[in-house]
């Protein structure tokens, strides 16, 4: 038991430190960068649905009524990691990109009766790009190149708890302490001028967030219930301010003049409301729908132009997201080890949260399979490896095309913590 506090405790270190990393695209320069998924190893193998779902063996931050039914005897640890390559291509040109990450690391308990609890660190939001543009000026005899970077993002060091308050009704709450940071540059120069000009933007988090969670329980048979879920997230400033830097650099002379632009409490998370109904039957069988929304659109976002720098509307809007996965396991109680895999499918869509100029952002299409493989020895039979595969294809008319092949893995250490040992 101590080495796997251990490794939970370390991961959640690893996670701190290397805060980012999780993505390579263009696209996480918009708003607070690319979004994370809200999810562990079962949620990622169905794509991300989980408002609906349940299970005493499994932790599910989806929703976190979900909690109420944590099973007694047992503590939960589940740790996962990613990695994915992507392809990119814009008129004609291609080109590939690699990543990895440490994903997420969280635990639950049954605190009494009736109450789980849920603790652990997972991202938010990834930023992290490069790349440039050039195009030649006739009237300036001259090439001009943009240079675009940018990394950061934010993490969730998250509470939670869940509570049946009536036979089928469970209800829950994930408080979470919100960090992190965002650099952005834009330098553009010219191969016969003497002046650069450069632009950086920056902002520091640490605030907080606030979800809320509900499952209902219908039984429609002696083996069969459907349940449905719903979640919300509070939406609320952050108390952040939003700068940005104008750098005039004379190339021969290496001096630059910079000139500080201030929004005082610049950055906001949207209200998100989601819903969930999920199918089961008995030990063998789930199959989950998700429908979110985030309110992206009433948001004022930090905008610069013509050396001023200022809130603006129109930059985000409302987006959408719609999941659908299901989850099989041949024989449950069988004491073959092939028989109690979980096989794991799903599919997903979603809208963007932001706006290229007046053009939306990509839609996003996603594809996943995966598997709950049990891990067998004489200690412990009840954990779980957790492998999941997902392709997501981001596009939008006339903008970068992104193809996304990424890799979960995650262990579910299911631990008999609080059994009592009869002696005769």
């Not at 934010?154 to 939670?160: A, D, I, P, Q």
């Amino acid at each position: 038991m101590k080495r796997i506090l251990g490794c939970f405790l370390m991961t959640a270190i690893v996670m701190t430190a290397s805060a980012q990393g999780g993505t390579t695209s263009p696209y996480s320069q918009f708003g607070l960068g690319e979004l994370s998924s809200w999810g562990v190893g079962q949620n990622r193998g169905m794509n991300g649905v989980g408002i609906a779902l349940h299970n005493p063996t499994q932790v599910n931050t989806a929703n976190p009524a979900s909690y109420a039914h944590v099973d007694s005897l047992t503590m939960l640890f589940d740790m996962g990691f990613s990695g994915s390559l992507t392809h990119y291509e814009e008129n004609g040109v291609k080109k590939n990109a690699k990543t990895g990450n440490f994903e997420y690391a969280v635990g639950a308990f049954r605190l009494i009766k009736n109450v789980g609890v849920t603790f652990g660190i997972m991202p938010m939001t990834d930023i992290g790009y490069e790349y440039s543009t050039s195009s030649y000026l006739e009237s300036a005899k001259s090439t001009m190149t943009s240079g675009y970077s940018g990394d950061g993002g934010f993490h969730k060091l998250f509470l939670g708890a869940g509570a049946r308050v009536f036979k089928n009704l469970a209800v829950g709450f994930n408080a979470a302490y919100l960090w992190g940071n965002y650099n952005r540059a834009i330098v553009l120069s010219g191969s016969s001028a003497m002046n650069s000009l450069g632009k950086q933007y920056s902002a520091s988090v640490n605030n907080y967030t606030l979800d809320l969670g509900l499952q209902y329980d219908l039984p429609i048979g002696k083996e069969d219930a459907v349940t449905i879920g719903l979640t919300y997230g509070l939406g609320h400033k952050l108390n952040a301010d939003a700068e940005c830097y104008l750098i005039n650099s004379n190339l021969t002379t290496s001096k630059a003049d910079t000139t500080t632009l201030v929004v005082e409490n610049a950055l906001e998370l949207p209200h998100t409301f989601g819903a969930g109904l999920a199918y089961r039957h008995g030990n063998s069988l789930t199959v989950g729908l998700d429908g979110e929304m985030q309110r992206w659109g009433k948001l004022n976002y930090p905008y610069e132009e013509g050396g001023t720098y200022q809130l603006k509307s129109g930059l985000l809007k409302d987006s959408y997201r719609m999941a659908a996965g299901v989850e099989w396991v041949p024989k449950f109680n069988s004491p073959r080890l092939y028989n109690r895999i979980r096989y794991r499918l799903g599919v997903g869509y979603a809208t963007p949260y932001y706006k290229i100029g007046n053009v939306d952002g990509p839609k996003q299409y996603s594809v996943s399979a995966g598997f709950g493989i049990p891990i067998q020895n004489q200690i412990n039979a009840r954990s779980y490896v957790n492998v999941s595969a997902q392709w997501v294809r981001q596009e939008a008319t006339g903008l970068l095309k992104e193809n996304t092949f990424r890799i979960n893995i995650g262990v579910t250490f299911n631990e008999r913590w609080f059994a009592k040992w009869k002696v005769e």
